[in-house]
């Protein structure tokens, strides 16, 4: 075909400058449309029908190792903590959508598309999950408007990593749309935040497949990786055969599900942090830390204590027992903090200053002994002389003359108790 064949094809008359619109090719019937693949039934909207499937799981149904009946493990505080929004304490978790979604691209943007919706929530007894599915770009404002029905029932959500991913993206498909949100800006428990700080020391990568295998015990069966959802979809829309949805909609519904069950073993965590739910030292000091900064200092300094058992990785236990020195110094247990800078200073002379240092401060301020507390710093500035000959620099100077004048300062104190 030559050129111009090719431009009378696409409707244009040769020297004419006209363009002739074509009647678009009437697109083929699906060879296997969803609902012979997917039983589900058609909700009708005033932009047309939306595919919706749906399951019930009992809570009795154990999802891995965990059991969906959150009752005695699940706490609203627990869950405003691990969200860091206190908004969410005063939210039943029957009032919370577990939300996950399925796209036509990973990086988002207004192209992306929302082709498959998973919402999951408690009724009764029950978890029940609905799956809302875009058979085709122009129903999209048909699955919106299904959707959005559903979520204004509901005054928060559960996603995972949907703060940067789900939950923008389903807001600008209802802006694209020119549709009104009913569920604007809600209380939102992004679980891959609490999930990192938590386990991310342990396990590394905190992606919802590795806490599945490591903390939930899940292995899927007939499982598609994401990276291939985007692909599957677009073959399906080429062909019209959804027989390859299959996978994508399993692995949808095993996405939610894994939201109820990791917030209930999260809050079951803060909730009773030493009743054998946590038991690896890189997991403690993780704990410690969280409650920490959120002021639980008995349960912090329990879990650091823990994690500085002598059977801990030495980098995990320096780590715990300096934090549990600088807790115990604030909340004024002195004596067992100097205990701590001792026990740093026994088993690792030279690793690091701050413990020498600390004990300085110690035998000075508060057991007024300037001789032990000039030890300290003499020690001390004996491991920066033996960092500078090995590294050959000057580049602890500044340390070193501010131990200097510390120890300048203590011979004058202990100059001035003995001649009294």
Known sequence: ??????????????????????????????????????????????????????????????????????????????????????????????QLAFLDTETTGLSGGTGTYVFLVGIGYLEGAEFRLQQFFLRDYDQEKALLATINDLLERFRGIVTFNGKGFDWPLLTTRFVYSRLPMGLVDPPHLDLLFPSRRLWRRRLGSCALPSLERHILGVEREEDVPSWLIPSLYFQYLRLGDASCLRQVFYHNVQDVVSLLALIIQLCAIL???????????????????????????????????????????PEVR????????????????????????????????????????????????????????????????AVLDWRRAVSETDQDGAEARELERRRQRLRRKLQSAMSR
């Open 271 to 313: 909730t009773n942090p030493f009743e054998g739910l946590v038991n690896e030292p890189e997991d403690f000091l993780s704990l410690g830390m969280l409650f920490e900064k959120t002021g639980r200092t008995l349960d912090s300094q329990r879990a650091y204590e823990m994690a500085a058992d002598a059977t801990a990785p």
């Open 1 to 94: 075909m030559d050129i111009y064949e090719r431009l009378r094809s696409l409707g244009a008359e040769v020297g004419s400058g006209r363009v002739i619109r074509l009647a678009p090719k009437p697109r083929a019937e699906p060879s296997v449309p969803i609902d012979q693949v997917i039983k589900g039934t058609y909700a009708r909207s005033a932009w047309g029908e939306c595919f919706v499937t749906e399951r019930y799981l009992p809570l009795t149904y154990r999802h891995g190792r965990v059991l969906l009946n959150p009752a005695g493990t699940y706490s609203s505080e627990a869950a405003a903590l691990l969200a860091g929004e206190p908004s969410l304490s005063d939210i039943p978790l029957d």
């Open 318 to 381: 320096e780590k715990a027992q300096r934090r549990l020195g600088f807790l115990l110094k604030r909340t004024g247990h002195l004596e067992k903090a100097a205990k701590i800078w001792v026990d740093l200073i026994t088993t690792k002379p030279g690793a690091a200053l701050y413990p020498y240092v600390e004990l300085a401060k110690y035998y000075e301020h508060h057991q007024h002994d300037y001789l032990a507390a000039e030890a300290c710093v003499s020690r001390a500035l």
